[in-house]
């Protein structure tokens, strides 16, 4: 069973006339009778009606003509997944959670709009996790928080450099060193199980400042922040709203968490994967 036959069947069915299935499949009267006698033959069962005009498919044809539908189906889209730098079929990314309120409902607008043809599916997970999904091939790309250096198996691209601020409740004066207005207040840290987390962990460390309580959720350290309860250390996430609006913030100088895209060093969806870029970073792809 081939699936040049398969079609020939869906097109006899569709059009009831062997001249007119000829046409659609771009065949010869004589090719089509052809393929349809070798299917049969495969089969070891008739899938056409003899000496009926209009032709017309058996019921076990009929049958075997709406199961091809998927499988063709099935078949062309595993052959757009094979073309090289293909704009259509399943992706999917994953997202660290820090961007999932700001960054990933603009990428996933521009994406579907760029490529109506390309199936996108959402998740969400820490870096390192998501790192190792795409290594694995459960991923296509990542959107995460980059390390020193790219895992075994991955390219990364750069898609922003968000800044580190020391964020206080709205009424608090940080002075020109904001670190060393830490110690006043309780520091509300972000998880340190995290690649975020552990850079900031990694940058309070000599000032000898400790988290009295933390969270996963950038959302939820700002807001606890912003009503007051303490203060903390975040970026200036893309796409978010600035965090002078509801804290006071000093920058902490030359420090920056690196957003990156993360992708199997075999990927060759070239196209989708600098469109996905450019979408993160704010920029046109043309």
């Known amino acids: 069973m081939q699936p040049d036959q398969l079609r020939t069947l869906l097109a006899i069915r569709d059009t009831g006339s062997l001249s007119a299935a000829a046409a659609a499949v771009h065949l010869s009267h004589s090719a089509i009778s052809l393929q349809m006698k070798r ?15 209009p032709a017309r498919l058996t ?26 730098d293909s704009t259509t079929g399943d992706i999917r990314i994953g997202f660290v959670p820090t961007t999932l309120q700001t960054l990933l409902p603009v990428v996933l607008e521009r994406m579907q709009t760029r490529f109506p043809g390309l199936s996108i599916r959402i998740s969400s997970g820490l870096s390192g996790d998501l790192a190792e999904q795409v290594e694995t091939g459960r991923l296509t790309y990542a959107v995460l928080t980059a ?11 750069d898609i922003g450099h968000e800044p580190l601020y020391v ?8 002075p020109p060193d904001p670190l060393a207005a830490l110690p006043d207040l309780p520091f509300i840290g972000f998880s340190r199980a995290t690649w975020l987390g552990a850079q900031i962990a990694a940058l309070l460390a000599p000032h000898a400042i ?8 950038i959302d939820a350290v700002e807001n606890l922040v912003a ?3 303490g203060a903390s250390v975040v970026p200036q996430r893309v796409y978010a709203r600035p965090l002078s609006d509801s804290m006071s913030c000093a920058p902490l100088p030359r420090a920056t968490r690196r957003l990156a895209l993360a ?7 070239t196209t ?4 996905l870029a450019a979408f993160a970073r704010g920029t046109s792809t043309g």
Do not use: N, W, Y
Request: glycine share 6%; charged share 25%; net charge neutral.
């Open 59 to 84: 019921p076990f044809g009929l049958t075997l003509a709406t199961r091809a539908e998927q499988v063709l189906a099935d078949f062309d889209a595993l052959m757009r997944l094979a073309a090289p």
């Open 39 to 53: 299917l049969e033959d495969s089969l070891g069962r008739a899938v056409m009606i003899k000496g009926r005009r």
């Open 272 to 275: 989708v994967r600098t469109a």
């Open 210 to 217: 400790t988290a009295a309580i933390e969270f996963d959720s």
């Open 227 to 229: 009503r007051g309860f």
């Open 167 to 174: 964020v206080a409740p709205k009424d608090t004066a940080l």
């Open 263 to 269: 992708a199997h060093v075999s990927d060759d969806r």
């Open 147 to 157: 390390p020193a250096a790219p895992p075994p198996g991955l390219t990364l691209t």
